[in-house]
């Protein structure tokens, strides 16, 4: 595709509930990259990707929230069990490789509202 | 661990006019780039400039420059001939490329552009 696709773009869900979002790189990219935003704040990193191969998960947050991405394209993040303070918009970025500088390229996220 | 710090929550000015986004950093590393990511209403994640730590000279792109002082940690964003395109959510990020390029946010500054 043309750029980094994200879906659903909008999930509302309850408590306790799981969740599943998914992201589409770029065609090609060799890294992906998880990050959330709450409102009014800067991204943080949660996992990245090289190929299929998760080379750092040091940024999730506790073991309710895990990743993959099983054929090196689509990547799947997980959260269950999901609680009021995961809310907020889960951005993926793709880029060529990340052992040099390549840009990341992002998504338009997910928003994510737990009740 | 490295931080990214922007002091200047909320910042305003007249269309055509200059202005300057603050960024400070800090880390022990000497290898690094620094970034200014735009973040307009649609929430989309965009590169505006890029500074690699080992180049001396200041990037430039177009209205867009930064002024890079590595000794004091420093990287300020300056916006020439405002324009009200450029009303967005500005982020400075670092990114230590043996952390595997994840990128590291600053809280972010809400720059409003005023006809």
């Known amino acids: 595709g043309a750029g980094v696709s994200q879906s659903p773009r909008y999930k509302v869900t309850k408590r306790g509930q799981d969740v599943a979002l998914r992201c589409d790189p770029i065609s090609g990219h060799v890294s992906l990259y998880w990050y959330r935003q709450a409102l009014g704040q800067g991204p943080e990193f949660l996992t990245y990707?090289?190929?299929?191969?998760?080379?750092?998960k040091s940024g999730l947050p506790n073991d309710r929230f895990s990743a993959e991405r099983p054929e090196g394209s689509i990547s799947t993040l997980t959260i269950q069990r999901t609680e009021q303070r995961d809310s907020a918009m889960y951005r993926c970025?793709?880029?060529?490789?990340?052992?040099?500088?390549?840009?990341?390229?992002f998504g338009p996220g997910t928003r994510l509202t737990v009740l | 661990a490295q931080t990214v710090t922007q002091s200047q929550p909320e910042m305003s000015v007249q269309e055509a006019e200059t202005v300057t986004l603050s960024c400070t950093y800090d880390?022990?590393?000497?290898?690094?780039?620094l970034f200014w990511y735009k973040q307009p209403p649609s929430r989309q994640m965009i590169l505006v400039i890029r500074q690699e730590a080992y180049k001396q000279q200041n990037a430039t792109e177009n209205r867009f420059s930064v002024n890079f002082q590595k000794a004091a940690k420093s990287f300020s964003l300056k916006i020439s001939d405002s324009q009200l395109g450029d009303t967005a959510m500005y982020f400075c990020?670092?990114?230590?490329?043996?952390?595997?390029?994840?990128?590291?946010f600053g809280e972010g500054t809400q720059l409003t552009v005023n006809p």
């Open positions: 990707f090289n190929y299929e191969a998760q080379q750092d």
């Open positions: 990020a670092f990114m230590l490329l043996t952390s595997g390029s994840r990128l590291t």
């Open positions: 970025a793709s880029s060529l490789a990340g052992r040099s500088y390549n840009e990341q390229f």
């Open positions: 880390t022990s590393e000497s290898n690094y780039y």
